[in-house]
């Protein structure tokens, strides 16, 4: 038995060996969220490929809609109201693509099933994608924030620095927090995932106002402002960081909104919580969830 | 109790030996333009059965609509947003261009998803390839379905400009014979595009799925889409001439919109600069997207053939990845 690499301590029976201390629990759990974000973030730097097409495209893309503001004879601030959001899509399309989808994607490899046998909370597993991707996204949000920057003469006017900082990280929380619930809803919709992944690129960004003030839509932004972590985050991050630019009014000030993050934070963790403990309920009880094509 | 004496198994009678009992090598070229068209069909058919069978054809719609629906809002609110004089007449040069460009992204992502469907999600990609028909064939086949997707989304995107943007839009005044070869050649360039990202996506892993949109979004920038060409430093703007969407969409443009503002135009243009002319004859639009259409299109091929045989070389068409 002591020969064993995979039994920590003595025991009595297998029932004995299976109950953990919760120091072992957690580390099993923490060192499970690194290893589901080692490949995202090793990834980085092996696929040379990304390189061009995740940074450098969809910088190119960003500056479209700074020409067509060019074009437009627009007032500088709306310049890098387009920044910001270019910079920002990097974490909607990855929380779209690698949380949403990823569950949805794991169980067509055959490998959710593995995730699910496994000794350790598929929260953990979740986490590990969300740290992951938001490593890999800052990359390219950082790379489309300052190239952009330099290179249309973007003027930031940031009053509040630790509001702004404190705004960013609250909405990569809510966001990777909603990216968790989706995954749940994803994988119980099978086939609809795929499409609905795609569904959820331009209506949201238009309806989060992605390259205008969110406030012009009316009641429908106050529904996004709501509703929408990439929305009510990025009107707070405008206003915060271009203090000095004349924005329009109608949307909450950053504070409020501020406040809006931390309960969507909390709501959307929350739900997915509770939605994974109760998809791995299903899928241990019914065996179906975790099959290939079904 | 006897064994029962062997059975040759009997092929089907097409495909059974010929009469004189020797292999028939006319059959491994295969029945020519026949075998195509089959293929072709056939893929076709499974595209659209992919692309529409998931769900109800009312949610199928929405779905289809909603993208290009989505990305012509966003310039008409950033319009709107700015204002100014010249707002209406942006209004229409907007709602064409992203209009056009939901066939730009549903084509180039139709064929290059298809190999990434095959390979990633099905697994069939190997099974396809090594199958007698042509790979290419079987790939634009999948791609129609995409397009055709595309084309209605399109169509509604237009409607609603026209009907709920004050998109002013004359169907007596467009100009058919030069909208239809026009059309033409841009479908046959979006297709050669995606014939080269499926090039591509065949070289990549799993995260190739953004590349196409990704692909499509740089191209946004220099064909002059959603904003004149002049804005753009005049480098650029040449860069934006070789490039065949360019000439499709002022063609379309033209067409539809004979006194509408130029894409590739306007005062202090490179065009303007170059020529002495403030946008192109129809008949120079005509030309130029032939001309760099055939280009884009040899290139494509080439650049799939060789894509291809790397990939059956090193083995990448089995691969999946996962991240």
Known sequence: MSGNPYVHRPTASPQAAAEWTQRQILMTNLRTVAGRAYPRVRGLAREKSWLFFEILLPFLTTSAFVFVYRALQA??????????????????????????????????????????????????????????????????????????????????????WLLLLAVFFLTLTALYGLGMVLASLFLMWGREAYHLTQFLQEPVYFVSGLNFPVGRLGMLGALAIALLPLAVGLDAMRQLAFADAAYPVGTPPPEVEALILVVMTVVFLSLARWMLRTLERLARREGRLTIRWQ | ??????????????????????????????????????????????????????????????????????????????????????????????????????????????????????????????????????????????????????????????????????????????????????????????????????????????????????????????????????????PVQVVGWLTPLTWWIEGVRLAVFPAGPSGIGGTGSAFAAFTGRVRPEPHEIVVALLGTGVLVTLAAIVGFRVSLHRAKDRGLLDQTTGS
């Open chain 2, 1 to 234: 109790m006897t064994a029962d004496a062997p059975v040759a198994p009997t092929a089907p009678p097409a495909l059974g030996s010929p009469e004189w009992g020797g292999f028939d090598p006319a059959r491994t070229r295969g029945r020519g333009l026949r075998d195509l068209r089959r293929s072709f069909m056939t893929a076709a058919r499974l595209g659209w059965q992919t692309e529409a069978n998931w769900t109800d054809p009312i949610l199928f719609f929405i779905y289809s609509v909603a993208k290009p629906l989505s990305t012509t809002l966003i310039f008409v609110v950033m319009i709107e947003v700015i204002g100014g004089a010249s707002t209406r007449e942006f209004r229409g040069f907007v709602v064409v261009g992203t209009a056009l460009w939901a066939f730009v992204i549903a084509g180039i992502a139709g064929l290059a998803w298809a190999v990434l469907d095959d390979r990633e999600r099905y697994r069939m990609l190997k099974y396809v390839v090594v199958s007698p028909s042509d790979f290419l064939t079987v790939l634009l086949g999948r791609g129609v379905a995409r397009i055709a997707v595309g084309g209605m989304g399109a169509a509604i995107t237009l409607s609603v400009g026209v009907l709920a943007l004050g998109v002013p839009l004359d169907a007596g005044r467009i100009d058919w014979p030069l909208l239809l070869p026009v059309m033409l050649g841009g479908l046959v360039t979006i297709v050669a595009v995606g014939i080269l990202l499926a090039a591509v996506c065949i070289q990549t892993r799993q995260e190739s799925w953004s590349y196409p949109e990704a692909a499509a979004g740089a191209l946004f920038l220099v064909t002059g889409a959603v904003f004149p060409l002049s804005v753009l430093p005049a």
């Open chain 1, 75 to 160: 007032p500088p601030e709306y310049v890098g109201f387009v920044v910001l959001g270019g910079a920002m899509t990097a974490f909607w399309l990855n929380v779209i693509w690698m949380m949403a989808s990823q569950l949805w994607w794991e169980k067509s490899q055959g490998n959710l099933e593995l995730y699910f046998a496994a000794p350790m909370d598929i929260v953990a597993v979740l986490l590990g994608m969300a740290v992951g991707g938001m490593v890999m996204s800052s990359s390219r949000a950082a790379v489309v924030l300052v190239v952009a920057t330099v290179v249309y003469g973007v003027t930031f006017a940031v009053d509040q």
